[in-house]
Structure formats: structure tokens, C-alpha cells
């Protein structure tokens, strides 16, 4: 089940000026920065407990995110739920007709098995599903 | 200064079919909806302590959210951080060179002062400042 708002994805075209400010401008917690080889995505985290912001962008100038900018320039990308089982999420939302971008959940930051749910599951919203490996 | 993540705001093309998804699908809370007149929006929030989701429409098909549903049929539309002194906040971020969609905050859902920074300051990125009325 779905147990807490993980974090907000903002996709940004310039990762340290954004970085920037959200630290001083915005006086935001900086948690450093975290490369997802994987997803193509770098990323950088501003815990607002028990939530945090996530700016993320294209690592080495491609993947999902450099398409993201090319066609909006930016903005809110995702919002991702914490779930304390994604197997069993991921099993029921299928059965309900949802969506998703791969078949498996995969490895993302955070040491998390993450999933994204198809936007046209969800009124052009792009949700994913985070579960920190250890639990369950 | 700003305190926590108040909310995150989905634009919604069907009201009661994603109060549906997000109670029964995801599993949420739901905690009521609210007709916010002067913005011509109609909300619902679901609490994830000490965050929320909300949900926005077209009050009686008009305003701001009828214009962005139009455009792009839903998705994720604006973050609203809470700050416990909105007037000290705009003031310091205009001095910064941020601009905003209206020169002072007025009254929004929940009995709370806020007011829009400008998407084009922050990298498309819609940001509400929220105040409990009350504090400061």
C-alpha cells in the first residue's frame, strides 16, 4: 500500500543554477546529488521531511529527461508514492487496467525498487511507485 | 522563510472520476473538496502528512485550470511550499528578480494567504506560497 508522498520531480534545464536556487533563493536542505546511470537521469534532493523536492536532468545530455526539455523546457515531471510493497501494488493496479512504462520494477536512486505508471493511466500525470530495498 | 511541502496540485479533467482513482486505486485519505470561488477552482485534498494532494477543477468550466486542462488535459499543475511569513518571502524573492502572478497574496482554499510566482521564474515550474491565516 501506498504510505507516503516520496518526492516531487522537477525537471530542470540547468541543474546547478536550479540547485542554487533551491538552496538560497528558496532556503531549501541540500542533500546532494545522486547519477542514476540507468535511468539516464542525474539527480539532486532537498529533503522536506518526510517528503523532498527532486530536480532531476539529463545525465550526459540524454534519456527521457533531455526529450522531457527539448519539448517543454522544463517543469514538474513526477510525483512518486512510497509503497511498503510495490510487487503487490504494481499486481493490483494491473489488474485495475493501469499501465505501466516497463514490466518490472527496477533499481533507482536511493537504493529504491522504483516503477513509473503510464500517464495515460492517470489524466497525464507520470506517478511512480518507490519501495526502499529492505523492506518487505 | 518556508517551512514544509504544503501540497502538490494535479489538474483534473474529470473531478469525481480522479477523487475515485486517488481514494480507491492509491488508497489515500480523502479529506473533502472545496469550491474556491475567487480563483474560480474547484478542490479536493488527500493528507500525507504533513503534505498533501489536491486536486483541481474548473470551477463552473471557467479560469485558469479550464485554460491548462484545454492546453494539456491534465497533469501535474503547481507545488505550494508553506512559509510562516508570506509578505517577508515575496518581498525577498522580488528583490531577487522574481515575478508573480498577482501583486499581493489574497485569500485561497483552506483559509490560507497565498500568492503565484511567475512559471518563467522558475523553469516552468508554477509555485504557490501558502500562509495560514492567523500566523505572523
Given at each position: 500500500?501506498?504510505?507516503a508522498l516520496d518526492h516531487?520531480?522537477?525537471?530542470?534545464?540547468d541543474l546547478?543554477?536550479?540547485?542554487k536556487r533551491f538552496m538560497e533563493d528558496?532556503?531549501?536542505?541540500y542533500n546532494g546529488r545522486e547519477d542514476v546511470a540507468t535511468a539516464k537521469?542525474?539527480?539532486?534532493?532537498?529533503p522536506l521531511p518526510p517528503t523532498q523536492i527532486e530536480l532531476v536532468h539529463p545525465?550526459?545530455?540524454?534519456g527521457p529527461i533531455a526529450g522531457y526539455l527539448e519539448k517543454r523546457g522544463g517543469g514538474l515531471h513526477h510525483?512518486?508514492?512510497r509503497t511498503d510493497d510495490i510487487e503487490a501494488d504494481v499486481a493490483r493496479l494491473k489488474e485495475k487496467g493501469y499501465q505501466f512504462l516497463s514490466e518490472q520494477p527496477s533499481l533507482g536512486a536511493h537504493n529504491c525498487k522504483v516503477i513509473f505508471i503510464h500517464p495515460k493511466s492517470c489524466d497525464g500525470?507520470?506517478?511512480?511507485?518507490?519501495q526502499p530495498m529492505g523492506e518487505h
Open positions: 500500500m501506498i504510505t516531487i520531480a522537477i525537471a530542470v534545464p546547478e543554477k536550479a540547485i528558496f532556503g531549501l536542505n537521469t542525474s539527480t539532486a534532493f532537498f545525465l550526459n545530455g540524454e510525483l512518486c508514492f500525470v507520470l506517478i511512480e511507485l518507490s
